[in-house]
């Protein structure tokens, strides 16, 4: 059962078992996404009632060292792509002395980092694919587990977030119950959110809805594609990291704009590597430009949903404005007026 609290004030709030564990308003957790997922972004997620996760990537030291300082004050996270992070330890160690809230882990076994994590007393949220991930997270004593559906913008695996989100909730019943579940892929509105509780998750990991958000690190013709692409304008690809040249372990694509690089090369990844030393300057040229074409533009599904690129603050009220109107609807909502 939920609790909605109603405030007399424009903001409402939902109740879940993450907002009363990590002392949150909202239900509502940042993804850490690459490149994207700045502190600027964490604080104002975190500012706003949620939980802001800095995207750690692939590990740049100096970058993660001045995104936490854009992020001082508030109480915020970080995360990592781990498979990257086993060839960088020491990126844990030193972010660990920040005292981040959470340390996110995706796209590989978390179990050689987890006693480090909790030692430092921060959460530990695990990003899973599929169910042997969710298997391995719970055997790495995760606090948060986020059953991520293939729908999400970057990388992901092949499931649909409406089946893995209650099966993943089914199994942590089962065998983890004080674990908590986060929903992500797909998610940009309160029906989202309101969707995501009522099969099981305790509440969102939100991607490429704040990734249209103004303090996103986004360049400014990246933010206009969004607007202008619907559900249908995105491809899981392994084109992009072709072109970057990072070798991604097998069984994760990335779900990036459909857009002239894709046309071009979709079908043709053996002929894009072979002539890797023209194109990957000119990829990486584009995306510096901001060049919506001729390089990945990482956002998912959600894209359909999106019309504006707003400040976090104002996503993040209406997304929950939204879903307290519609699960109060709900025979299993309680309504707690203060």
Same mark, same amino acid.
């Given at each position: 059962?939920?609790?909605?609290?109603?405030?007399?004030?424009?903001?409402?709030?939902?109740?879940?078992?993450?907002?009363?564990?990590?002392?949150?308003?909202?239900?509502?957790?940042?993804?850490?996404?690459?490149? /994207?997922?700045?502190?600027? *972004?964490? !604080? +104002?997620?975190?500012? #706003?009632? %949620?939980? @802001? $996760?800095?995207?750690?990537?692939?590990?740049?030291?100096?970058?993660?060292?001045?995104?936490?300082?854009?992020?001082?004050?508030?109480?915020?996270?970080?995360?990592?792509?781990?498979?990257?992070?086993?060839?960088?330890?020491?990126?844990?160690?030193?972010?660990?002395?920040?005292?981040?809230?959470?340390?996110?882990?995706?796209?590989?076994?978390?179990?050689?980092?987890?006693?480090?994590?909790?030692?430092?007393?921060?959460?530990?949220?695990?990003?899973?694919?599929?169910?042997?991930?969710?298997?391995?997270?719970?055997?790495?004593?995760?606090?948060?587990?986020?059953?991520?559906?293939?729908?999400?913008?970057?990388?992901?695996?092949?499931?649909?977030?409406?089946?893995?989100?209650?099966?993943?909730?089914?199994?942590?019943?089962?065998? /983890?119950?004080?674990?908590? *579940?986060? !929903? +992500?892929?797909?998610? #940009?509105? %309160?029906? @989202? $959110?309101?969707?995501?509780?009522?099969?099981?998750?305790?509440?969102?990991?939100?991607?490429?809805?704040?990734?249209?958000?103004?303090?996103?690190?986004?360049?400014?013709?990246?933010?206009?594609?969004?607007?202008?692409?619907?559900?249908?304008?995105?491809?899981?690809?392994?084109?992009?990291?072709?072109?970057?040249?990072?070798?991604?372990?097998?069984?994760?694509?990335?779900?990036?704009?459909?857009?002239?690089?894709?046309?071009?090369?979709?079908?043709?990844?053996?002929?894009?590597?072979?002539?890797?030393?023209?194109?990957?300057?000119?990829?990486?040229?584009?995306?510096?430009?901001?060049?919506?074409?001729?390089?990945?533009?990482?956002?998912?599904?959600?894209?359909?949903?999106?019309?504006?690129?707003?400040?976090?603050?104002?996503?993040?009220?209406?997304?929950?404005?939204? !879903?307290?109107?519609?699960? #109060?609807?709900?025979? @299993?909502?309680?309504?707690?007026?203060?």
């Amino acid at each position: 059962m939920f609790e909605t609290t109603f405030k007399e004030t424009p903001m409402t709030a939902l109740s879940t078992r993450l907002t009363q564990a990590l002392a949150l308003k909202h239900p509502v957790v940042s993804a850490p996404m690459a490149f /994207a997922g700045g502190g600027a *972004l964490a !604080a +104002a997620v975190s500012r #706003a009632g %949620g939980l @802001g $996760l800095i995207g750690g990537g692939y590990g740049d030291r100096s970058w993660l060292e001045a995104q936490f300082e854009l992020s001082a004050g508030e109480r915020v996270g970080v995360g990592f792509i781990t498979w990257s992070l086993q060839k960088s330890p020491s990126l844990l160690t030193d972010v660990l002395k920040r005292r981040p809230l959470a340390v996110m882990l995706s796209f590989g076994d978390p179990r050689p980092f987890a006693k480090q994590i909790r030692a430092a007393g921060a959460r530990l949220i695990c990003q899973c694919q599929d169910m042997g991930h969710v298997k391995e997270a719970v055997d790495a004593g995760a606090d948060l587990v986020v059953a991520q559906g293939a729908e999400a913008g970057g990388h992901g695996g092949l499931r649909g977030a409406l089946s893995f989100v209650p099966e993943a909730a089914d199994y942590l019943a089962k065998h /983890a119950p004080d674990t908590l *579940l986060l !929903a +992500a892929g797909g998610i #940009a509105d %309160g029906r @989202g $959110l309101a969707a995501s509780l009522m099969l099981g998750a305790d509440g969102v990991l939100l991607g490429t809805r704040l990734w249209a958000a103004k303090e996103a690190l986004v360049r400014e013709g990246h933010h206009r594609a969004i607007l202008d692409t619907n559900g249908d304008g995105t491809v899981r690809t392994t084109l992009a990291d072709i072109a970057r040249q990072i070798s991604w372990p097998h069984g994760f694509t990335a779900r990036i704009r459909r857009n002239a690089f894709t046309d071009r090369w979709q079908g043709r990844e053996q002929a894009l590597a072979n002539d890797i030393a023209v194109e990957a300057p000119r990829y990486r040229q584009a995306f510096l430009d901001g060049d919506p074409d001729n390089t990945g533009v990482w956002f998912g599904e959600a894209a359909g949903l999106i019309d504006s690129i707003e400040p976090a603050a104002d996503i993040i009220e209406r997304m929950m404005s939204d !879903a307290v109107g519609r699960l #109060a609807g709900h025979g @299993g909502v309680r309504i707690v007026v203060p």
